[in-house]
């Protein structure tokens, strides 16, 4: 009944509307059923949709999307959905053709594109760019505005409900991301330096002012070279660099291989983390959550190279600074 020919892209003229004659109620038809790819655009979607939206995320907590295949109850999933958000920019980069036939017979919002293409309309699908957005906390203040159109424009009868959601939202994302800017900045000058597994924080470094490696590249699907190894290391020894960071969703063997090139130079490295890159903390958790995953991003970095930052974080709810508080004092 939903069906339709769809279009899905960056640009404005995409539409999710419901062909004309087709009216959706949610008396009779119950809530919409959404299919996202990856937890923090499945987040972003449940919030702002609440009571009118069932979504299902189809990779969790520590799942790299880069190298995921769709499961068949995946594809079933999505043949079920009504509308599906995606990041997009190739973050699914094993995804492309069964989100591509997908976007035949229903909506296919690639979120991640959409916030891109409002910053600079000279971006499009084409470019191989940074797909990690949600880094950036404001840019993705605009992705929840940008979800609520879509549901409005899905479903007018609930459009005054997502948008007042989707502001609310988005402007204690603007919080948040005053909090990080606040945070990272207690940050030694010369200690602005992250280094990672893979390049996911590309975005995160342009927007809180630090300066960003990874082991591997923006997709983890190639291996770092040795070369590039070297490099990381050489930058690790000539800038006393004394922490770098596992990701959630990436193995530790990258890390590990600079901590020992370092070692062997007689420089010694801490590893930290993990943070959470492509994929949100364990679900039920604070850190499940968009809000919970940048927060103990943006205080963990700030602690590990030097700055100041309250353990609980901007709203005194990360899960460490819990396993702190109850963990045995010996004075
Ligand atoms: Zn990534």
């Not at 916030?115 to 840019?139: A, K, T």
């Not at 963990?300 to 963990?327: D, H, I, K, M």
Request: proline share 4%; glycine share 12%.
């Amino acid at each position: 009944m939903f069906g339709g020919c769809h279009r899905s892209g960056a640009d404005d003229e995409s539409t999710v509307r419901l062909p004309i004659g087709q009216v959706r109620d949610q008396a009779l038809n119950g809530p919409i059923k959404v299919v996202a790819t990856v937890g923090m655009v499945g987040d972003l979607v449940r919030e702002i949709g609440g009571s009118r939206v069932a979504v299902r995320t189809l990779m969790g907590s520590g799942v790299d999307p880069h190298l995921y295949k769709a499961t068949r109850n995946d594809v079933l999933a999505l043949l079920q959905a009504e509308i599906v958000f995606q990041n997009g920019l190739l973050l699914e980069g094993k995804m492309v053709h069964v989100l591509s036939r997908t976007a035949h017979s229903r909506p296919v919002v690639p979120i991640g594109a959409e916030i891109l293409s409002e910053i600079d309309e000279r971006l499009h699908d084409g470019d191989h760019l940074d797909p990690h957005i949600w880094m950036d906390v404001s840019l993705w203040a605009r992705g929840a505005r940008r979800v609520g159109q879509r549901l409005a424009e899905y479903d007018p009868a609930g459009a005054e409900y997502y948008l007042a959601r989707a502001e609310q939202l988005a402007r204690q994302l603007d919080e948040l991301h005053a909090y990080g800017r606040q945070v990272l900045a207690t940050i030694p000058e010369t200690s602005r330096v992250l280094v990672t597994s893979h390049d996911a924080f590309g975005w995160f470094g342009q927007a809180y002012g630090i300066e960003v490696f990874g082991v591997q590249g923006l997709s983890t699907e190639s291996e770092a070279g040795l070369r590039h190894v070297n490099l990381l290391v050489d930058i690790l020894c000539e800038r006393h660099v004394s922490a770098v960071f596992l990701e959630s969703s990436v193995p530790a063997r990258g890390i590990a291989a600079l901590v020992d090139g370092a070692r062997a130079r007689g420089w010694a490295v801490r590893i930290a983390g993990p943070l959470y890159s492509d994929a949100l903390g364990p679900a039920g958790t604070y850190e499940g959550t968009y809000i919970g995953m940048l927060d103990h991003n943006i205080t963990l970095v700030a602690r590990e190279l030097g700055g100041t930052a309250p353990p609980g974080g901007w709203q005194g709810r990360l899960s460490g600074a819990r396993e702190q508080a109850s963990a045995p004092k010996f004075h």
